[in-house]
T-cell receptor, first 112, second 112 residues
């Protein structure tokens, strides 16, 4: 199955600064890459996703980039705010599969 | 719409006891999933279903069984609980594969 590695495991940023989380995947056949945010004690929720036919996708302060050649994708959060503090999970799915393989998660702390 | 609900929210078992976790969704989704979440290990897929009456193994299926007798319900069973099954269990559903997964609130299970 797919193997997804996520870095860093923890990230502390000053409010207003940017945060970047990077994930790598092993199977070049993967073509769907979602990102989930999980606030403390809550359920994971999708914040953005990208498919392999595009290289970048933006939604307000959040963007995801995909490099298929290098088999990595990244989450970018600009102008971070305290409510961005959470655990972020990347995931990948093969084109012929229904399952998601998740990274281990990144705990983001935004310092006021 | 209630979305995805899970029963119970918390449970403490003794080693060797059995229990069933219930997941219900009211979004008419075809796909349903059971994950476990352990510190530093992300979300790991236990079993999943691509439609009523179907089930399949995920990444960590040993010690668990599932059933999908009705489209809206997905049951996860532990026949003989072990301390290694202490975890937070999340159910999720999606309309199709490689699409947004909607998670339930989670069940925190402790096996003594």
């Amino acid at each position: 199955g797919e193997n997804v590695e996520q870095h860093p495991s923890t990230l502390s940023v000053q409010e207003g600064d940017s945060a970047v989380i990077k994930c790598t995947y092993s199977d070049s056949a993967s073509n769907y890459f979602p990102w989930y945010k999980q606030e403390l004690g809550k359920r994971p929720q999708l914040i953005i996703d990208i498919r392999s036919n595009v290289g970048e996708k933006k939604d307000q302060r959040i963007a995801v980039t995909l490099n298929k050649t290098a088999k990595h994708f990244s989450l970018h959060i600009t102008e971070t705010q305290p409510e961005d503090s959470a655990v972020y999970f990347c995931a990948a799915s093969l084109s012929n599969d229904y399952k998601l393989s998740f990274g281990a998660g990144t705990t983001v702390t935004v310092r006021a | 719409n209630a979305g995805v609900t899970q029963t119970p929210k918390f449970r403490v078992l003794k080693t060797g006891q059995s229990m069933t976790l219930l997941c219900a969704q009211d979004m008419n989704h075809e796909y349903m999933y059971w994950y476990r979440q352990d510190p530093g290990m992300g979300l790991r897929l236990i079993h999943y279903s691509v439609g009523e009456g179907t089930t399949a193994k995920g990444e960590v299926p040993d010690g668990y069984n599932v059933s999908r007798l009705k489209k809206q319900n997905f049951l996860l069973g532990l026949e003989s609980a072990a301390p290694s099954q202490t975890s937070v269990y999340f159910c999720a559903s999606s309309y199709v594969g490689r699409d947004t997964q909607y998670f339930g609130p989670g069940t925190r299970l402790t096996v003594l």
